[in-house]
């Protein structure tokens, strides 16, 4: 199958064309220097020319709090509204399966409640959200087949993430404040693309949930695991001893420029009804992810 994976620089997209290499697919991957989304004549032309049997649409605008800046706003509609349609569009017309990675940030995070994958209730806090909404909206929209895949939490090789942020916060600081009332899971990225891959190669079209096994813990559980394993690995500064996390609410920690969901729980029973495999634990995961991690 020849696949074409957008993004190819972030941590998702650069684990998908590892993963599709390892099955000997043929792989196109493009970022913004090959292919601007945000440009319908050259998505037209890149996929044209590649003529690829499925695209794996990982190319986003992520950054959730330089969203909302006004200077921003329409720059992140065009990259995960607008280059979503651009590509849906195309796909559509070369009549290729298109595969869009989306977000929790579509729903208002009340309640405690999982959110079910095929739920239309679709009421975002922000502007990554909103955009993000719109993508599928457009995807939905444009094909028929389609599979959009909601995830949170991620973590990977390339790129900034949340794993990244409290290590080097624990190098340099004896007390570390975390929240403790936003509730989900994490989504390593290198156990994502065998998933999205699993599915790809498949006609199991639809919505689905997707993050790491293990249970639903807060941001503040996370870290104080992060430092348990990395202090386990033989990194003595991140003991309990010389590092000190302390849960806040969200309303103590401060406002950031982005409102973000208090429950992003989601349900993946979906994926085990089509006969896809779960994730690992995120435990294991992270384990894992620390020993590739040179820290």
């Given at each position: 199958m020849k696949v074409l994976v957008?993004?190819?620089?972030?941590?998702?997209g650069h684990d998908c064309v590892n993963e599709l290499t390892k099955r000997n697919h043929e792989i196109i991957g493009v970022d913004i220097e090959e292919m601007d989304i945000t440009d319908a004549a050259s998505v037209?032309?890149?996929l044209r020319d590649a003529a690829p049997d499925a695209v794996i649409h990982c190319a986003a605008w992520t950054a959730v709090d330089a969203a909302e800046d006004e200077e921003n706003r329409e720059k992140v509609r065009l990259v995960n509204a607008v280059g979503t349609e651009n590509i849906a569009r195309v796909c559509r017309e070369l009549n290729c399966k298109m595969m869009y990675i989306s977000t929790d940030y579509v729903f208002d995070g009340q309640g405690t409640e999982p959110w079910q994958p095929d739920c239309k209730d679709y009421k975002p806090l922000n502007v990554y959200g909103a955009t993000k909404l719109?993508?599928?909206l457009a995807v939905s929209r444009n094909l028929d087949?389609?599979?959009?895949?909601?995830?949170a939490w991620v973590f990977g090789k390339n790129g900034k993430n949340f794993i990244k942020t409290m290590l080097n916060l624990g190098k340099n600081h004896d007390t570390i404040r975390v929240v403790n009332?936003?509730?989900?899971?994490?989504t390593y990225t290198y156990d994502l693309a065998r998933l999205l891959v699993d599915m790809v190669e498949t006609e199991k079209y639809g919505y689905y949930h997707a993050t790491n096994e293990g249970g639903y813990i807060s941001w503040y559980d996370f870290t104080k695991e992060i430092f348990r394993q990395a202090a386990e690995l033989g990194h003595k500064e991140y003991t309990e001893d010389r590092v000190h996390v302390i849960p806040v609410t969200t309303e103590e920690y401060g406002v950031s420029k982005a409102v973000r969901p208090v429950n992003s729980r989601l349900d993946k029973s979906k994926l085990t009804e089509n006969g896809f495999e779960l994730l690992p634990t995120w435990q294991d995961a992270l384990?894992?992810?620390l020993l590739e991690l040179e820290f």
């Open positions: 957008t993004g190819v620089k972030g941590q998702l037209d032309k890149v719109d993508g599928e087949k389609y599979y959009i895949v909601r995830i009332d936003q509730i989900g899971t994490p384990h894992r992810y």
